[in-house]
């Protein structure tokens, strides 16, 4: 019964460490609204962001304007 109990919880911990992990990776980037990006966003705005933003990508929220990801 031990054994079980050990293998529970080392497997317990085992999953806490990677959702852990997981969340401080996201967290390494954040969504800023684009500064150089003009008039409203219909399509995307990746190519915007990716070139003259240096972000990683952008893309258009439910407000019509350009939101870029960057690095935080």
């Known amino acids: 019964m031990e054994k079980k109990s ?9 999953v806490l460490f990677v959702a852990q992990e997981i969340v401080v990776t996201e967290a390494r980037t954040c969504e800023n609204l684009a500064d ?3 008039g409203p966003c219909f399509s995307g ?19 019509f304007r350009c939101w870029c990801t960057k690095r935080c």
């Open 6 to 14: 050990l293998a529970g919880l080392c497997f317990l911990f085992l």
């Open 36 to 38: 150089k990006y003009r």
């Open 45 to 63: 705005c990746d190519t915007h962001c990716t070139t003259k933003e240096n972000a990683v990508s952008g893309r258009c929220r439910d407000d």
